[in-house]
């Protein structure tokens, strides 16, 4: 098939190429998709100091793009995708991340995601430490980036489809010059749910050369696809010729190397008998979530099932998923958790019959599509995940909605006639991967659930009279963003990891759960305060570098349970110091590396304030997350519960009645997360109400007169 | 297929292998850059790497840079397709992929064997051997 399609050039630029420094390029590239204005930009060195790179420089640029009011479909928005200075190094696993950051639709927040996939290390080897997108163009446009000649321009291409992983293959065909020259390609696209909902992803393509097919990685959070797809945006697209070792220019390459050989050994050893992420990836854990009781089931109201069995990882291994292949989203990954389901034939949808390359599926998918909406069937969980992917559709945020949505209908509070007949119980996997098609097509209740849970709440309230009391309690959001898919009810750490974090629920700042649940590493009050200061503050580092987080706690060295503090991995926290100083030629230690990260987080907790939110009222859980809102809830763990009032209230629970217990357990458990919350806004440096102290500010060195001004506006 | 058979019994530890062949490939006198290496383990008896050509490093490379020569059997890296990762290195079950500081690739032995036109004792010799 030849996918050679006529293109109409609308507006090109020329740039000089001039080789990486030490990990940086010194400049970005701005592009306004309105005016057609292309732009590169200087990148100083006290933004360096101040926002290090990746997600920094993604929130310093959009602060600096858009104004306090500025909604997520305004032109102004931006979209920034920027790799980080360590990031396109090829012998460390898991060094290719770019972060992305925009004004979320779901949140009205600036977001961040971050994502595999060629596309930000290609970006950076092109000449541009971050990519910004600004503006709205009046017909559908390309992006395109041409590293080798140092050219970038807006493109007009008529491509007859929505839907990513045909726009992936048909860009990586026309743009690449030949067969070989296909792995130098990498295709952003939304998909064609994503300018019909409120969670559109981001898909980065990166081509698979032994399955001779591009593949696709998510910036999933926030409906980034969603303000792509509004600004018309067809792809992003960058061609980069020549990846070699040392493209970054390192201060000191053979420490780069040594540093990633010594992992890459660390992993060829332990991963078959620790996490097994090269034969399963990250759905290893749905099996211990699950015997932990934290796999949250049916809308996070149960934290296993009798059925979960069937969705657990060696079901997927050995009968789907491909083995043994090098399964990285960038190279030199030997975690390698991408695993893909090859010649995967979909029974439903537009692509019936087709026979696909699906990624994953990822624990959250598991978890999210299957457990959560009480689906335990492996074959529906690959093809919701393919639709998810290819119509632009967050999973996580797919799976916590439609979760929302099944107990609405369950509980009575919507019905049949709501739905457009749709039956939306719990277990009805043809009701779900419906919403998904009509969220591709822009028709039905599928459009509702797409908009998310919190959008639901006020539109079932609205419409169908639904109470919003109990609404506001099963609803599972915060600041507008769909809890990602973990049980966080018997775990306070969790609980405020997801409740504090800056974006929303997600569980990449703070994902405390296995050490607080599994590992029981931090028993006491103070140690959950204390997790809930440092691990958000240390990965927050990863999207600043450009690295993945996952590397660094799903495997670890032999000795690592003899460390002081093995929870946090000291062996690998080293190598990201080593990594960072040899890349950059900027010596850190651990407690530089703490600060680089705490300015970031510091300052994206001040944007928040600055748009108006950023408030303790903004970290507010629903009680769902916090403890049992309903009768079954409490009865599925009433000797864990009764136990616990007995102890801490001295009461005989054998003569209270349900509601009497739910009750005195929720006055407990919400002052429990109040008491935390304040421990946690203190050792943060931050006020009573939850905003950066201007003195916390100074201190940590993120003393921009701009930012220092919100603060002291906001106390 | 042709590869390295070792007798490490026999081995005199000359190294005149390793200078040959990194003189071979990499035109130097460092036998740090020879692609078979003979160095004492920790219980301090002779150990010499050599390659079997088993073919393990080229599943575990991710951009296809590795494969097996179909007529000879030997296995061989396309340095202008490696991205330097050297996953392949941690792979290797005999440490027979190498790396060296100066170099962005890994290397490897390609059967050749010049190494055993100048060993003394025939500690290595170029062999046909059963796959």
């Not at chain 1, 100083?44 to 926002?51: C, G, N, P, S, V």
């Not at chain 1, 990513?164 to 048909?170: D, Q, R, T, V």
């Not at chain 1, 559109?200 to 990166?206: E, H, I, K, Q, R």
């Not at chain 1, 040594?258 to 992420?277: A, C, N, P, Q, Y």
Request: one cysteine or more; hydrophobic letters at 35%.
């Amino acid at each position: 098939m030849d996918h050679k399609l006529e293109l109409k050039q609308l507006k090109q630029f020329s740039y000089e190429r001039k080789p990486i420094e030490r990990g940086y390029n010194n400049r970005t590239l701005y592009v306004n998709v309105s005016d057609q204005e292309i732009k590169e930009k200087p990148v100083t060195e006290e933004m360096k100091e101040k926002f290090v790179g990746g997600k920094g420089f993604g929130m310093k640029l959009l602060w600096d793009g858009t104004r306090p009011d500025t909604k997520w479909n305004d032109p102004e928005n931006e979209i920034i995708i920027s790799p980080g200075p360590v990031a396109g190094i090829t012998q460390y696993p898991g060094s290719g991340k770019s972060l992305v950051v925009s004004i979320s639709p779901a949140t009205d927040l600036p977001i961040d995601s971050n994502v595999g996939g060629y596309f930000g290390p290609y970006v950076k080897f092109s000449g541009f430490d971050a990519l910004e997108v600004q503006g709205k163009a009046d017909r559908e446009v390309i992006v395109y980036i041409d590293g080798n000649e140092g050219s970038v321009s807006i493109d007009q291409i008529a491509v007859d489809t929505d839907d990513a992983h045909l726009i992936s293959e048909i860009l990586t065909e026309h743009y690449a010059k030949d067969e070989d020259d296909k792995r130098n390609i990498s295709v952003v696209s939304s998909g064609s749910a994503a300018k019909n909902s409120y969670m559109g992803v981001l898909n980065f393509s990166f081509y698979d050369p032994r399955r001779q097919v591009p593949r696709m990685k998510q910036a999933g959070r926030g409906g980034i696809g969603t303000v792509l797809a509004d600004k018309n945006i067809k792809a992003l697209v960058v061609r980069f010729a020549g990846t070699k070792g040392d493209l970054n220019n390192s201060y000191d390459y053979d420490k780069v190397a040594r540093t990633g050989l010594k992992l890459h050994r660390e992993i060829e050893r332990l991963d078959d008998s620790l996490f097994r992420m090269r034969q399963v990836g990250t759905a290893n854990i749905t099996d211990t979530m699950d015997k932990y009781d934290l796999l949250p089931v049916m809308n996070f109201q149960y934290g296993s099932h009798e059925d979960a069995k069937k969705v657990y990882a060696n079901e997927f291994r050995d009968n789907y998923l491909t083995q043994g292949f090098p399964d990285g989203c960038w190279y030199g990954c030997s975690l390698a958790c991408a695993k893909t389901a090859d010649n995967f034939e979909l029974l439903t949808g537009p692509y019936k019959g087709h026979k696909v390359t699906v990624d994953g599926p990822e624990y959250e998918n598991v978890a999210g599509l299957g457990a959560n909406l009480g689906i335990f069937d492996p074959q529906y969980v690959l093809e919701a995940n393919f639709y998810c992917d290819t119509y632009g559709i967050d999973t996580i945020s797919f799976a916590t909605a439609t979760a929302f949505a099944m107990e609405c209908y369950e509980r009575g509070l919507i019905n049949q006639e709501h739905t457009g007949g749709l039956e939306l119980k719990f277990g009805n996997k043809d009701a779900a991967l419906e919403l998904l098609h009509q969220m591709s097509r822009n028709e039905g209740i599928g459009v509702q659930v797409g908009r998310g849970v919190r959008r639901m709440k006020e539109y079932f309230a609205k419409e169908f009279g639904a109470d919003p009391v109990l609404m506001q309690d099963i609803g599972m959001e915060i600041k507008g963003l769909e809890y990602s898919e973990y049980m966080p009810k018997e775990s306070l750490a969790q609980q405020g990891g997801y409740a504090m974090a800056n974006k929303g629920p997600q569980h990449d700042e703070a994902w405390l759960i296995f050490m607080d649940m599994v590992n029981n590493q931090i028993p006491t009050f103070a140690d959950k305060a204390e997790a809930l200061h440092y691990f958000p503050i240390f990965r927050t580092w990863f999207g600043l570098a450009g690295f993945c987080k996952l590397p660094w706690n799903d495997i670890f060295p032999e000795n690592n349970k003899y460390q002081e503090e093995a929870h946090k991995i000291p062996e690998h926290v080293q190598n990201y110091v080593n990594l960072f100083s040899a890349v950059t030629g900027k010596e850190i230690d651990m407690k530089e590396l703490i600060l680089q990260s705490e300015r970031v987080y510091n300052f994206q907790r001040t944007f928040n304030v600055r748009r108006g939110y950023g408030r303790r009222k903004d970290d507010m859980p629903p009680y769902r997350s916090l403890g049992p809102v309903t009768k079954e809830e409490y009865e599925s763990r009433a000797e864990r519960y009764d136990g616990q009032l007995k102890e801490l209230f001295d009461v005989d629970p054998a003569t209270m009645s349900v509601s009497e217990k739910i009750k005195m357990m929720r006055e407990h458990r919400e002052k429990q997360y109040d008491t935390l919350a304040d421990a946690v806004y203190k050792r943060r440096g931050w006020s009573a109400d939850g905003v950066p102290t201007v003195e916390h500010l100074q201190e940590i060195g993120m003393d921009l007169p701009e930012v220092l001004a919100v603060a002291e506006e906001n106390q | 297929m042709k590869r390295l058979v070792k007798d490490e019994k026999v081995c005199i530890e000359c190294h005149r292998c390793e200078e040959t062949c990194a003189h071979a490939y990499f035109k130097t006198a460092d036998i740090g850059k020879a692609r078979l290496q003979v160095e004492r383990n920790r219980q301090g008896e002779i150990d010499i790497t050599i390659c079997t050509q088993c073919g393990k490093c080229i599943q575990a490379c991710p951009v296809l840079a590795i494969s097996r020569n179909p007529k000879n059997g030997v296995v061989y890296v396309d340095k202008n397709k490696c991205v330097g990762c050297f996953i392949c290195v941690a792979a290797c079950p005999l440490n027979a992929m190498m790396r060296h500081k100066d170099e962005l690739e890994p290397f490897k032995c390609i059967a050749c064997g010049l190494c055993t036109e100048q060993c003394p004792t025939q500690a290595i010799t170029l062999q046909e051997v059963e796959e």
